[in-house]
């Protein structure tokens, strides 16, 4: 277990993930700071690794201007598709060079989804705010959109630079982490199964963005939730944290049409949120 190299990137988080290809790391960075309150913060963007010496290969949308944190990064044909906390989603080439950038309604916090759609591949972002989109991965042009029920945020056509202004003295959170990217109406296409901040669950149909289902639970679940099984036997697991006189933790299990099945209690010192 000897150190093999250390390298000094920023802040990461639980939402971040490692891309490797050859002797390339790419990694998104939120810099010195979660919460980038003035214009100026160099440390953020994305950082391309020697996988074998841990030397800065790159640095790069890091912007001047704007919170330029990065999260997760997808990798698909030689080319890295990511969002930030500037309210935008970029696909760069592996060398940093930006190919194309969308303007989005809010902060993007985690992974990129692909799926293998009938309209053929999609890159899948969502935002805080409530947005989800399906895009071209060659040009970003938009597939599909999606917008929860209480969206109140940007939408094409709308004034940017109010919805800037705005976005910058305000924090929403609709979706936060990655999807579960299942095929949940058995039509032959994976769809994608979101927890909201709130702790609620949807499933958006991969091919047309439309909402399958939705749960809503008097208790929210915790951030952690997977999938379980195989074929007709995979389930949604969550969990949750009961809070009335007293706090109760239970693991709750659904079926990939919505239904909840079951829930079972657990302990204090088997609880944890991840």
């Known amino acids: ?31 010195d700071s979660f919460m980038d309150r003035g214009a100026i913060e160099s440390g953020s963007g994305v950082y391309e690794l020697d996988r074998r010496t841990g030397k800065r290969v790159r640095h790069f949308a890091n912007e001047i ?13 030689d080319r890295l598709y990511f969002g930030n906390d500037n309210e935008e989603f970029l696909c760069t080439d592996l060398q940093g060079k930006i190919r194309w950038r969308n303007p989005t309604s809010g902060d993007i916090e985690h992974e990129p989804s692909l799926l293998q759609t009938k309209n053929g591949a999609a890159i899948i972002y969502a935002t805080e705010t409530g947005e989800v989109k ?27 630079t109010v919805f800037k202004v705005k976005a910058w003295f305000s924090n929403t959170g609709f979706f936060y982490t990655r999807p579960l ?79 909840k099945l079951r829930s079972i209690a657990i302990s204090d010192e088997s609880w944890s949120g991840g």
């Open 65 to 77: 201007f704007g919170d330029m944190d990065v999260n997760g990064i997808l990798c698909h044909r």
């Open 181 to 259: 990217v299942v095929d949940v109406n058995a039509d032959g296409v994976n769809d994608l199964i979101y927890r909201t901040y709130s702790g609620n669950l949807l499933a958006l149909d991969g091919n047309s963005g439309s909402l399958i289902w939705s749960i809503k639970e008097d208790y929210g679940m915790s951030i952690g939730f997977t999938g379980l099984g195989r074929g007709k036997q995979k389930k949604i697991v969550a969990l949750k944290s009961i809070e009335t006189d007293t706090v109760r933790h239970e693991i709750s299990f659904y079926s990939l049409r919505g239904q």
């Open 134 to 160: 399906a895009v071209n991965p060659d040009d970003g042009k938009i597939r599909w959109s999606y917008y929860v029920p209480e969206f109140d945020g940007w939408k094409p056509g709308d004034n940017r």
């Open 1 to 31: 277990c000897s150190l093999i190299w250390k390298t000094e990137i920023g802040k990461t988080s639980f939402r971040t993930n490692v891309v490797f290809k050859g002797d390339r790391i790419w990694i998104g960075s939120n810099g």
